[in-house]
Nanobody, 128 residues
């Protein structure tokens, strides 16, 4: 069983930056594909970014491409989401998730339904 704990959320102004962290425990972190998702009030959960086991491949939602960067440190069992040039529409609860399927060795996964473990989320609010 993998436990995921997000941190780093907060209230910022448009144009600011934040770095989210997600610490994993209880599993072999380096063999999980990792992803970040978000859910705004009244909306469905949506994909933000994902990364393969070693970090060699990443994928992003079009809405964040060029502004957000996902990375991981397998020695620290942690995945990060660097968010730059934040916009009010980025306001949401951000969740990290772990996917145990072996395909995530070479392919970053953007399908929420295929992830096995989820954190509790961290709130990000961006004011205009």
């Amino acid at each position: 069983q993998v436990q995921l704990v997000e941190s780093g959320g907060g209230l910022v102004q448009a144009g600011d930056s934040l770095r989210l962290s997600c610490a994993a425990s209880g599993g072999t972190f380096s063999t999980y594909g990792m992803g970040w998702f978000r859910q705004a009030p009244g909306k469905d959960r949506e994909f933000v970014a994902a990364i393969t086991w070693s970090g060699g491949s990443t994928t992003y939602a079009d809405s964040v491409k060029g502004r957000f960067t996902i990375s991981r440190d397998n020695a620290k069992n942690t995945v990060y989401l660097q968010m730059n040039r934040l916009k009010p529409e980025d306001t949401a609860v951000y969740y990290c998730a772990a996917d145990s399927h072996p395909r995530t060795f070479y392919s970053a996964n953007h399908y929420a339904r295929e992830y096995d473990y989820w954190g509790q989320g961290t709130q990000v609010a961006v004011s205009s």
